[in-house]
């Protein structure tokens, strides 16, 4: 099975920006449809952005459009996830997953292999 592995995460400053990575260990990406959800304390985990392994196929959700690139690095087998512009309500911890579905991908269940996360926090 795929094992993501998030690194990244940090403390910023609001209008800074960070780049999330999101490393297989174990057996490669490919095929896999790979998501970025993230989660703040005290609400429920929410959908960020999808890609699929070769690209062809990006998602983001309507409320990080303009501010978020999701991308993968076939060679590196890693997904990233470029927040820009970032806000004090970004503070969560963000998460990468893998999902065998290509058409469904918005929602946590619909992932299959979940990392450990990786915490972004944002001062104001």
């Known amino acids: 099975q795929v094992q993501p592995v998030e690194s990244g995460g940090g403390s910023v400053q609001a209008g800074g920006s960070l780049r999330l990575s999101c490393a297989a260990s174990?057996?490669?990406?490919?095929?896999?449809?790979m998501g970025w959800f993230r989660q703040a304390p005290g609400k429920e985990r929410e959908f960020v952005a999808a890609?699929?392994?070769?690209?062809?196929?990006?998602y983001y959700a309507d409320s990080m459009k303009g501010r978020v690139t999701i991308s993968t690095d076939r060679a590196e087998n890693t997904v990233y996830l470029q927040v820009n512009s970032l806000k004090p309500e970004d503070t969560a911890v963000y998460y990468c997953?893998?999902?065998?579905?290509?058409?469904?991908?918005?929602?946590?269940?619909?992932?299959?292999?979940w990392g450990q996360g990786t915490q972004v926090t944002v001062s104001s």
């Open positions: 890609i699929s392994w070769s690209g062809g196929r990006i």
């Open positions: 997953a893998a999902g065998r579905d290509y058409y469904r991908f918005l929602q946590s269940y619909e992932y299959n292999y």
């Open positions: 174990g057996r490669t990406f490919s095929g896999y449809t």
